[in-house]
C-alpha cells in the first residue's frame, strides 16, 4: 500500500486523518485523539501530510517533522475548492490531502517556538495598546459630558486627569470621581504593561542578528524588525520580494479580463498587523526622507511630488517589504545606496 498524501482535519480534542493513494484513491479514514494520533502517525511511512493553518496547526506540525514526515500547511480558504458534497471532517481531511499534491499550491512557513514567542509579545501588546486607547476615549465621553475638554493627544489628558479628580470645583459628583480614579489606575497599571513588553521586544531585537540585520532599513525598528521576523522567519517561503509584499497586501488588487487590466487600491490581504507595522515604517521615512541624500531618498522625494502622501506612503512600504525579504533571505546587511555624482554617472 502506498500512500501519495495524508490530510489531517484538526480539532480540539479529536482529529480525522485520511490517506489517499494513487489516483487519488482513499485508503483509509480514522478518528483519533491527540496522543492516538502521534502515536499512530510514528508508524507509518515517512509521508507527505497536509494541515491547514490554523490554531495548533505548528505544534503538530513540529511534532510530525520530528516523526520525519514532510509536513506542509495551507491557508484554509485554498482547501476549500477541493472538498466534495457537504462538509464533514472526513470530507475535510480528504480535501487537505488531495490539495497537498497540488505542484501550485501555496503552502505557509512552519513557525519555529521563537517565532511563536515573538508573535504572541506581539499581540498582547497590540492588545493592551487598543485596550488604553478605549480607556482614554471611555475617560473623555466622561469629561465631556460634565464640560471637561483636552487637547486631542493623550498626554494632555495624563497630565491633568489627577488634577481635574482632586479639583471640588469641578462639575464632578463624588460617584463620578471615585469612578475617573479608578479609571485612572487602570490606564496606569496598562502603561505598566506597554512599556515591559515594549522593553522586552527592544532587547529582543537587539540580540538576535536577523532583527539587527533589519534594522539598518530606513523605517524598520523594533517593533516592525520583530515583527517581520515572527511572521516569516528567513522569508524561505517566498521565491522574490514582491511575493511577500503582495502577502502582506501592499500590492494594487488586480481584476483583469478580455486582456483589460484593472488595478484598484491594495488588496489588504495576508498579515494585517504586520501590514500595519509597515505602513508606520513608511510614514516615518516619508517624515524623515529630507535627511536620506541616496539614491532611496531621491526615489521617495520624486515620488512624494507626482503622488498623493497615502499613496507614496504605501508605496514606501511595498520597497521595505521587498527590501526585507532581500536582506532575510540573502543574509547580507543592507547597503545604503549613496546618491552617484553626476560627473561619475556621465
Excluded at 512552519?110 to 492588545?127: F, M, S
Excluded at 469612578?179 to 521586544?201: F, G, H, N, P, Y
Aim: glycine share 8%; proline share 3%; hydrophobic share 40%.
Amino acid at each position: 500500500m502506498h500512500i501519495a498524501s495524508i490530510g489531517i482535519d484538526l480539532g480540539k480534542t479529536t482529529f480525522h486523518l485520511v490517506a489517499l493513494g494513487e489516483r487519488s484513491k482513499v485508503l483509509f479514514r480514522k478518528k483519533f485523539s491527540r496522543s492516538q494520533l502521534l502515536a499512530y502517525t510514528a508508524t507509518l511511512p515517512h509521508s507527505v501530510i497536509g494541515l491547514e493553518a490554523c490554531s495548533g496547526a505548528h505544534f503538530l506540525g513540529g511534532k510530525l517533522r520530528e516523526q520525519r514526515h514532510q509536513v506542509r500547511l495551507m491557508p484554509a480558504q485554498f482547501v476549500k475548492p477541493y472538498r466534495k458534497s457537504n462538509k464533514n471532517d472526513f470530507l475535510d481531511a480528504e480535501a487537505i490531502a488531495e490539495a497537498v499534491t497540488k505542484q501550485n499550491m501555496r503552502f505557509a512557513q512552519l513557525k519555529t517556538q521563537e517565532q511563536l514567542d515573538w508573535q504572541a509579545l506581539h499581540r498582547v501588546r497590540d492588545r493592551l495598546v487598543q485596550r488604553r486607547t478605549a480607556l482614554i476615549n471611555e475617560i473623555r465621553g466622561f469629561l465631556l459630558e460634565r464640560g471637561i475638554v483636552f487637547a486631542a493627544q493623550p498626554i494632555h489628558l495624563r497630565k491633568n486627569l489627577p488634577g481635574v479628580i482632586e479639583d471640588a470645583e469641578q462639575n464632578l459628583s463624588p460617584r463620578l470621581r471615585w469612578l475617573l480614579d479608578r479609571m485612572w489606575q487602570e490606564w496606569k497599571q496598562i502603561e505598566t504593561e506597554v512599556e515591559a513588553i515594549s522593553e522586552e521586544i527592544e532587547r529582543i531585537s537587539k540580540d538576535d542578528a536577523r532583527c539587527r540585520q533589519l534594522r539598518q532599513i530606513p523605517g524598520f525598528g523594533p517593533m516592525v524588525s520583530t515583527a517581520t521576523v515572527a511572521a516569516i522567519g528567513n522569508g524561505s517561503a517566498f521565491r522574490r520580494g514582491r511575493d511577500f509584499a503582495a502577502w502582506v497586501g501592499v500590492v494594487p488588487r488586480q481584476h483583469s479580463t478580455g486582456g483589460k487590466q484593472k488595478l484598484y487600491g491594495i488588496s489588504k490581504r495576508g498579515n494585517v498587523y504586520l501590514r500595519r507595522m509597515l505602513i508606520h515604517g513608511a510614514r516615518s521615512v516619508l517624515f524623515r526622507v529630507k535627511y536620506d541624500t541616496g539614491g532611496f531618498g531621491q526615489w521617495v522625494r520624486r515620488l512624494a511630488q507626482r503622488a498623493p502622501r497615502n499613496k507614496v506612503v504605501v508605496a514606501i512600504a511595498n520597497k521595505l517589504a521587498r527590501i526585507a525579504w532581500a536582506v532575510l533571505s540573502s543574509g547580507r546587511d543592507y547597503r545604503h545606496q549613496p546618491l552617484q555624482p553626476l560627473a561619475a554617472a556621465a
